[in-house]
């Protein structure tokens, strides 16, 4: 008698992959070193219901999600520009 695989036997299971796309025009890190989301002027503030969420001016689209959210610690990524000053 020869051994049947199992119905639903699809081989070794891999973890599903938790590596999430950035939401910023550029590789974060890739911009000049020291500088911050929070120091480039692309990076803007959207309140909702009370709370304030930062997203990147430079992202194509935005969500209303955390899918297109930026921290402001992140590293400054390529497209990053310094804020005018306030005068």
Known sequence: MTAQPELFDAGPRTPPSRKRSRPTPAPIG???E???CRTCRHACAVEWHD???Y???KTPTWTHGPGTDIRLKWAACAEWEPKE???
Do not use: A, D, I, L
């Open 85 to 87: 000053p306030v005068t």
């Open 51 to 53: 709370k304030r969420y």
């Open 55 to 57: 997203k990147c001016e």
């Open 34 to 36: 020291g500088e911050t």
């Open 30 to 32: 890739s911009g000049p």
